[in-house]
């Protein structure tokens, strides 16, 4: 581990410093995340990393912390838990594994890997960064992206409650 950041805990939300934006990722445990990545998210790659960020789809990916960090700076900051509680450790690590590998729907400033992560830690998908509308666009369940992962992950809770 980096001397200067500590030890993830299973659910907590990391924080990836790329040039020019920030990219999101959520500890499931044994050195691994889960994140939401456009095609080219990878680290290290430079504009050709936001240039990802443009894209329209993206695939829920289960890679080593390191990998995904490479040599960008990261912190764990679940900078929500003053507003809403979080799941338990083991339901995160559940959606979110039941997600890796299928391709969802993106949009840098409405359905990105940050509302991706705070879906899967909180049940609610949010950013800081807003829709031009002023607000977090939810696409329809059906469309031309197929099914939002919001609602993949609402179908989850709802099979796990019966």
Not at 17 to 27: D, G, T
Not at 48 to 60: I, Y
Not at 119 to 148: F, I, M
């Amino acid at each position: 581990m980096r001397a200067s950041t500590p030890e993830p805990k299973v659910g907590d939300l990391i924080e990836i410093f790329r040039p020019f934006y920030r990219h999101w990722a959520i500890y499931v445990g044994d050195g691994y995340v889960v994140h939401l990545a456009p095609p080219s998210e990878v680290a290290g790659a430079g504009a050709a990393s936001v240039m990802s960020t443009l894209t329209e789809k993206a695939v829920v990916k289960k890679e080593l912390l390191y990998d995904v960090v490479g040599r960008d700076k990261y912190q764990i900051n679940n900078k929500h838990d003053d507003k809403y509680s979080p799941l338990p450790p083991s339901k995160i690590v559940q959606r979110a594994e039941e997600l890796v590998g299928q391709e969802l729907p993106y949009s840098l400033p409405c359905e990105n890997c940050e509302h991706f992560v705070n879906e899967l830690r909180y049940g609610v998908a949010r950013s800081d960064q807003r829709c031009r509308h002023g607000g977090w666009h939810r696409r329809s369940g059906l469309g031309s992206h197929g099914p939002h992962w919001s609602h993949v992950l609402k179908k989850q809770a709802a099979e796990a409650i019966s």
